[in-house]
């Protein structure tokens, strides 16, 4: 998925304040609103902000109507929500994704909010920030790593964080995605459920029974995601002590541990994130690289852009480059130097680099069949495109189409020949003309392979 990118916030911007979970406390909008004011930033605040039914603030209705507006507001730089709670998750079927998409702006907060920011990120790709909310201002004040982090992410500034103890040593770099347990397994099944292959993993979770915690790592097992993404970051569990199970003494700590070591991926654990007090902000579905030998996290913002078409300023180690959309000379010239690479490390033998073979079959004037291959760089002949229309297919004509190919690139010198082919498409055909398989991708597409053949020629 394309990632969708909000601009950076600066003195001067508005934030826009929601309550998409629980009612508010006494208090907290009040200290929120003079914290960021204090700060030169402009605050707007959601027009039913103060409601509430039952456990949340506001129906599900209200609550979305608050996100949406916001997401409308061209003055409105980034979305912070006010608190946790629960039933975030009722907004998801009553927003604009659209809208999201052409408006991308970030969702601030964790805890509950987990399952408003994985949802939006599962229909639209727009990221957003895990670990801070507005409860997090105690004393005109924020712990430090918590408002440093957070920062560097509004900001766009690239950081790293050091924290946890190694799992499993290793590094990747790939996108981040996750935050509280409970609310991202609340969205499996749903049409809100992120794709997890590939990612970073990163989970916490409060107040949980360890054989409920156990239960949800179980759950990540046999759903698969375990053993598809690409790293895990375990944060803590806060107060996850066995209250009215004793569990014949298993700790939350032994259950983590057990699953620790059925883990191969690069993963830590007691990463600072959580329901504690000092966690760091993250930035989901970002690309971040994970040094679990280290305990280090790298989140580095050169690695995607707030405008597709705008070049990306990389100021790495060994210099100042530019990250852009290529151009046709651009192109050329790369793959000409890519060619010039090649040639020089095993000269050509043949000559021009890329000579075509192409066939055609005419039937009372229309074109029934053909076949489109390359002889390239050493004398390797490729197929790229053999077809027979369906309605003269069993005459041998495919057969005939190959052999022909074949026999001019013997006659040019070559001695290998090689084809891609879908399991739909023609895989049997080429076993028959005397390929085999040398190669095999599962699910390309999925639920079906795509298949590699070889043949010598000589």
Not at 159 to 186: D, F, K, Q, R, W
Not at 215 to 241: K, W, Y
Not at 396 to 411: P, T, W, Y
Request: with cysteine.
């Amino acid at each position: 998925m394309k990632n969708v990118i909000s601009q950076p916030i600066k003195k001067g911007n508005t934030i826009g304040l929601i309550a998409p979970s629980s009612p508010l406390t006494p208090g907290l909008l009040k200290n929120c609103v003079a914290y960021f004011e204090k700060l030169g930033i402009k605050v707007k605040i959601a027009k039913n902000i103060q409601k509430f039914e039952l456990f949340t603030a506001g129906t599900d209705e209200e609550r979305a109507s608050d996100i949406m507006d916001f997401i409308k507001d061209p003055e409105v730089s980034v979305i912070i929500t006010t608190n946790g709670g629960a039933c975030s998750i009722r907004t998801l079927p009553l927003l604009d994704y659209d809208l999201i998409t052409k408006n991308p702006k970030p969702i601030v907060g964790y805890s509950d909010a987990t399952a408003l920011q994985l949802g939006i990120y599962a229909k639209t790709g727009a990221l957003s920030l895990t670990g801070f909310n507005c409860s997090d201002i105690k004393n005109g004040t924020v712990a430090e790593n918590t408002w440093t982090s957070f920062l560097h992410c509004l900001n766009k500034e690239s950081y790293s964080v050091n924290g946890g103890e190694t799992v499993c040593h290793g590094t990747v770099t790939a996108p981040v995605i996750g935050g509280n347990l409970t609310c991202l397994l609340n969205l499996m099944g749903t049409p809100y459920q992120p794709d997890f292959s590939g990612k970073i993993l990163l989970i916490e979770d409060v107040g949980i029974e360890p054989y409920l915690i156990e239960g949800m790592f179980s759950q990540l097992h046999v759903a698969g995601v375990l053993d598809n993404v690409a790293g895990i970051v375990i944060g803590h569990f806060t107060e996850c002590t066995a209250k009215h199970f004793d569990s014949k003494d298993v700790a939350t700590e032994d259950v983590i541990d057990f699953w620790c070591k059925r883990i191969k991926v690069p993963c830590i654990k007691n990463f600072p994130y959580g329901h504690i007090e000092n966690r760091y902000v993250l930035p989901l579905g970002q690309i971040i690289t994970l040094d679990a030998s280290n305990c280090r996290l790298d989140i580095n913002f050169t690695w995607i852009n707030a405008k597709s078409n705008d070049p990306i300023l990389l100021n790495l180690d060994n210099g100042q480059y530019q990250l852009q959309n290529s151009t046709n000379d651009a192109y050329e010239y790369i793959l000409a130097e890519s060619l010039a690479f090649d040639e020089r490390v095993l000269p050509f033998t043949q000559k021009p680099k890329r000579i075509e073979i192409n066939f055609i079959i005419n039937n009372e004037g229309n074109v029934v069949g053909g076949i489109y291959a390359d002889l390239y760089h050493w004398n390797i002949l490729y197929i790229c495109i053999l077809f027979v229309a369906e309605a003269h297919r069993n005459k041998n004509l495919g057969s005939i189409l190959l052999s022909q190919v074949e026999e001019k690139a013997r006659s040019m010198g070559s001695t290998l020949s090689h084809v891609e082919t879908y399991d739909f498409q023609a895989k049997d055909f080429y076993i028959k003309q005397g390929y085999e398989i040398c190669g095999v991708l599962d699910d390309c597409p999925p639920g079906h392979k795509r298949y590699y053949l070889k043949k010598k020629l000589a």
